[in-house]
C-alpha cells in the first residue's frame, strides 16, 4: 500500500500563520505573473526571473513547512 499526502495537515499556531502569510503573498503574486505569461505580456525568457522571484517571496520556506510535516508523520 501506499501512502499519499495526509488529507489534513495540523500545524502549530505560529506555523500555521506563517504558512497562511506566505501562501497568500506567493498565491497572489503567482496568478499575476501567470496571467502575464499567458498573455505574452511577460516574455517566456524571463521564467527563471519568475522562479528566483517565487523564491524571494518565501516558496522554499513554504515548501519545507509541509515537508517537514510529512517527514515528522512518517
Do not use: H
Not at 499556531?13 to 511577460?42: C, H, P, W
Not at 524571463?46 to 510535516?69: C, H, M, P, R
Amino acid at each position: 500500500v501506499e501512502t499519499g499526502y495526509p488529507g489534513y495537515v495540523y500545524l502549530d499556531e505560529d506555523t500555521s500563520l506563517r504558512a497562511t502569510n506566505l501562501l497568500m503573498v506567493i498565491k497572489e503574486y503567482a496568478e499575476q505573473e501567470s496571467a502575464k505569461f499567458i498573455t505574452g505580456a511577460r516574455s517566456l525568457d524571463e521564467l527563471d526571473s519568475y522562479f528566483t522571484e517565487l523564491e524571494k517571496l518565501g516558496a522554499d520556506e513554504y515548501v519545507q513547512i509541509y515537508q517537514d510535516y510529512y517527514d515528522n508523520i512518517q
